[in-house]
């Protein structure tokens, strides 16, 4: 299974951009997908994830402003990003929990997408 990521890019503050994320592999079910962000210095994060019943988590300080959406058809998710502020200046991971079917059963994984880079200017 590989994630492609596109999107990212450099705008200022109080500017908008939209990333995308298709999944691409073998697997039976997409059961969540999402995004995730590494400010500059700083940890992992989680910003957004959405369930395949649409359920959706966002991190506090994006939730009025970030909206994660999915096309299930396509195995792509999607996010938007409004009102951006230097503080979410970081590289934006795309990530999937995929179950696939094997003779011994219907393990899940996740996997990763490659970073894509969000500058926010002031």
């Known amino acids: 299974v590989q994630l492609q990521a596109c999107g990212g890019g450099l705008v200022k503050a109080g500017g908008c951009l939209t990333s995308s994320c298709a999944a691409f592999g073998n697997f039976f079910s997409i059961n969540v997908m999402g995004w995730y962000r590494q400010p500059p210095g700083k940890q992992r994060e989680l910003v957004a994830t959405m369930t395949s019943g649409n359920s959706t988590r966002y991190k506090d300080s994006v939730k009025a402003r970030f909206t994660i959406s999915r096309d299930n058809a396509k195995n792509t998710v999607y996010l938007r990003m409004n009102d951006l502020n230097p503080e979410d200046t970081a590289v934006y991971y795309c990530?999937?929990?995929?179950?696939?079917?094997?003779?011994?059963?219907?393990?899940?994984?996740?996997?990763w997408g490659q970073g894509t880079l969000v500058t926010v200017s002031s």
């Open positions: 990530n999937a929990e995929v179950t696939v079917v094997t003779d011994w059963g219907t393990p899940r994984f996740g996997y």
